[in-house]
């Protein structure tokens, strides 16, 4: 592989430092379109050899000669910069080491051994070749120096203009001389013909003459100059016009998109410092083009001499390049921060606006003021389409809505931020259908209004927020966060607000899905878990699930079968839980979660007893559940699912410690040796608490599998009881109540559990005094016993 193409594909600080090896001394442009000829030739020279000198300015004629024919081949509209670039470098070559070559190839050695170095440097820390990112950072490379070019031509053109300006005084000046000769004449004329006067006749006229000839001249050269201003201008703002293109278009426009993505919980490298730096630059180019268009348009009127047959392009040029400047002005007045894409009304939020060249326009000496309102999805559609914003209409009220922009000498950003909104009321639109109030979607609309240039140019700019799900109640989240992440992730740039897709790939799902867990809980889903949840979410069993497409239905509107929840209120509670309770465990892998109960079943059946994993209930959104395999028989057991609930009571870890017959994590992990460091820490001989009273100890027991206070009650295996057990070792246990009844659907009915009670079989249920409840027969079965 080439020296070059190795180094085009460095990244991070070895990019960066490439960056700043080549500069003006030798532009990066010559190192690119020249690496073959460069790579070859100049490991032939020693340029701290001076017997090389003579061969040295041999190499560098030919050098010279294979730069200006490398720009000559430069024939397409795209490749005008890179021409221009290798033109004005193979000029300044000559100028400067044309005495000294040796020089010039001291530098590209220089060059070309730090490229060296940090490849292998590179390749030994196993970066390896990883062109991702790198493409960012030439794509910022490009655009700089393309900036510096234009900035180069715009000082070319106004020297031009001065040049133009002081041959048009000239020509003023020449001008005025033979008017006074033709008044002369004009005078002589009506004289009396004395030998004198046709003297002096002849003498003016022939002055006339060369004065007439080198007005002509003149002349001839004004309109040289005007038509080639012109055309310069014309061309400095149409490539200007790519260019800004090329800024808002591709390198914003991706910037709002991974600012959309990170809504779902997506990487943001945000880069808007630098977009700013370049649409600043674009701002004072355009800037200073439009006013020498004006300069150039003002000298024209006042010369009043038009070639004939060709078309003033002046007054054309001037609309273009402002519609530039009013383009780059209302496409960077920007959302930073975004609002709550989940909003509940009532309740405090906050956003970021930001002018990215208002400081080179001078916004900033008289700042404007930002309102923010609430539109519905058709409201802005209308506004996209009509491109004004309508007087009065909302859908909805807020609080401290309106803020002026300020700027920020430590940052060089023109903002304002809004701290202290409330949405107060919400106007909803009639339901259609299935829809809910969560599948509707708002948009925050930020708008101002600002002139520059002295009142010159009073542009009117808005920006919309990435869509909003309004909320009532805490309830409506889930489904709420269903509509947002749905939108995020598969929206199309430029759509009609707020369409999304009807269907999309599974690839695109998992994606989704995957880069919103990594988000919420720090580890991302393998492929395993990734095919439980296909397998979830198309409510069966496929080959290959990559080349199936989910509905939204399927996603978040039809229930999972035999449940009354859908597949994304399950992920949302399993994804909630794990963030709040799980997340270290689950990091360190110790939770397997996403696996079915007949598969953990099949897991367990062959290893020893006492072996338990952990995995997300299938019947209990945001519950877990510890599968273990126990007894003589190896029989595999279901613990009732933890929820949220239970572990702000007692930890996972610490209620896998309570539970003496969980002996190792599934497939053979000491227990202690995984979960030890989750262990709450505990003092025995803890003092009493202030009242006097001594603080109680939540323990986790299950009857019937030893251990523990209460063993001796024959329990069903598959419930947990919460011990309570005072921290003085003096004290004699004692059961509390149960937190919640253990029993739920599908488990031993009361007649079963009557039945499996000792001290009560010659109870007859039936005859059961009226209020007792099953609580009131535990205790007193409890009293019996002591």
Known sequence: MALWTKTQNLQGEALQQIRALYGEHFPIEVRHFLAPWIEEKINDINPDNQQHEHFAHNLFTSFLQELETKASTFVTEELFLSKLKLAEAAKMFRQRYCQNPLSLFRIIKHCLDTEMRLIHEGEVMGLGIMPTGVVADITAVEIMQQLELFRSRTQMTSEDLRKLEQEQESFALHYHECNKLNAHLTHLQGSPQNPQNVEAEKRIRKQKEMFDQVLNQKVASLMQLQMALADKLKETVTHLSTLQSRILDDELIRWKRD????????KFNSNLDTIQEWCESLAEIIWLNRQQIKEADRLKQKLGINPPGTPDILPNLSVQVTQLLSSLVTSTFIIEKQPPQVMKTNTRFTSTVRLLVGVKLNVNMNPPVVKVTINSESQANALLKNDKIGKGE?????????????????????????????????????????????????????????????????????????PVVVIVHGNQEPHAWATVTWDNAFSEPGRVPFAVPEKVSWVQVAEALNIKFTAATGRPLSEDNLRFLAEKAFRAQHTDYNSLSLSWSQFCKEPLPERNFTFWEWFYAVMKLTREHLKGPWMDGLIMGFVRKR?????????????????????????????????????????????SKDFTIRSLADRISDLPHLVNLYPDICKVTAFSKYYTPFTENQPTSNNGYVKPLLVTHIPGMGGQPGSNINSYPNTPQTMFQPQSPDTASVMSDPVSYPYGPGDMDYNEFMSNLPAFDEVNVDQLPGGLNFFDLMSQYQNSQT
């Open 259 to 266: 600012q959309q993505l990170a809504g779902n919980g997506a």
């Open 394 to 466: 909302a859908s909805g009220e807020i609080l401290n809505n309106t803020g002026t922009m300020e700027y920020h000498q430590a940052t060089r950003q023109l903002s304002v931020s809004f701290r202290n909104m409330q949405l107060k009321k919400i106007k909803r639109a009639e339901k259609k259908g299935t829809e809910s109030v969560m599948d509707e979607k708002f948009s925050l609309l930020f708008s101002s209004q600002f002139s520059i240039g002295g009142g010159e140019l009073v542009f009117q700019v808005w920006t919309l927020s990435l």
């Open 599 to 643: 598969q953990a079943e099949e897991m367990l059946s062959s290893c020893a007893s006492g072996t338990f994993l952990l995995r997300f209930s299938d019947s209990e959104p945001g519950g877990v559940t510890i599968a273990w395999v126990g007894g003589e028989s190896s029989e595999v057991f279901m613990l009732q699912p933890f929820t």
